[in-house]
Antibody, heavy 117, light 107 residues
C-alpha cells in the first residue's frame, strides 16, 4: 500500500525554526513528486509547492516562495518542509501528498503546527 | 481561479448531489480533480482527469465537464458522503489551484 507518514504535532513560538517530515513507502519514492498543502484553521486547501525526490527539482507557489524551504533525502524516502522564522500566521495543518504532477493521489495524515507568541 | 458552488449543499441520504466547479480560464487537457475531506482527515482523491474515478472510489461518484465548467455528481447519497469537496486544477499560475470547497451537509 502507498503510504505517506508525516511527523507529529508541533507547538512553537514566533521566530523559532521548524522542519517537518513526510516519509513515503509502498512505491518507488523517486518516481513521483511530493507536494505540500496548507490548511489554515477552518479554511480550504492551499498549494505550497512540489519537489521531485530524484533530483530535488522544486517549484514553489508564488504565495510561499521565500517563506518555506522544501528538501528531500531520497536515501530514506523522506521529504521535508522547513521554516527559518515562524509567524503566528503559520498556524495550520500541513499535508504532504504524492503527485504524478497533475493531481494528488495519496496524502499524508497531516502535521498540525501551532505557533504562538 | 476556481469557483465552487454552492458553498453549502443540504441534502438527505438517498438524494442526488450536484456540485459545480467553474474555472476562470480553460483547464487544459482536463487537468481537473475532485477531493473529499471529512472532519479530522486528510483529503482523498475521488476523480482525476475530470471524469476518471480514483482507485477504490464507489461508482455513485462521477465527474464530468470540460473547458471551464466541471461537475461532481453523487448519484445516491450515503451517510458517509457528507463532507467537504474540493476541485483542483493543474497547469496555470500557480501550478495547482484548489477551489474554496463545497460543504455537503445532512438536511
Amino acid at each position: 500500500d502507498v503510504q505517506l507518514v508525516q511527523s507529529g504535532a508541533e507547538v512553537k513560538k514566533t521566530g523559532e525554526s521548524l522542519k517537518i517530515s513526510c516519509k513515503g513507502s509502498g512505491y518507488s519514492f523517486t518516481n513521483y513528486w511530493i507536494g505540500w498543502v496548507r490548511q489554515m484553521p477552518g479554511k480550504g486547501l492551499e498549494w505550497m509547492g512540489i519537489i521531485h525526490p530524484d533530483d530535488s527539482d522544486t517549484r514553489y507557489s508564488p504565495s510561499f516562495q521565500g517563506q518555506v524551504t522544501m528538501s528531500v533525502d531520497k536515501s530514506i524516502n523522506t521529504a521535508y518542509l522547513q521554516w527559518r522564522s515562524l509567524k503566528a500566521s503559520d498556524t495550520a495543518f500541513y499535508y504532504c501528498a504524492r503527485t504524478p504532477q497533475v493531481w494528488f493521489d495519496a496524502w499524508g495524515q497531516g502535521t498540525p503546527v501551532t505557533v504562538s507568541s | 481561479v476556481l469557483t465552487q458552488s454552492p458553498g453549502t449543499l443540504s441534502l438527505s441520504p438517498g438524494e442526488r448531489a450536484t456540485l459545480s466547479c467553474r474555472a476562470s480560464q480553460s483547464v487544459r487537457s482536463n487537468y481537473l480533480a475532485w477531493y473529499q475531506q471529512k472532519p479530522g482527515q486528510a483529503p482523498r482523491l475521488l476523480i482525476a482527469g475530470a471524469s476518471s474515478r480514483a482507485t477504490g472510489i464507489p461508482d455513485r461518484f462521477s465527474g464530468s465537464g470540460s473547458g471551464t465548467d466541471f461537475t461532481l455528481t453523487i448519484s445516491r447519497l450515503e451517510p458517509e458522503d457528507f463532507a467537504v469537496y474540493y476541485c483542483q486544477q493543474y497547469g496555470s499560475t500557480p501550478l495547482y489551484t484548489f477551489g474554496q470547497g463545497t460543504k455537503l451537509e445532512i438536511k
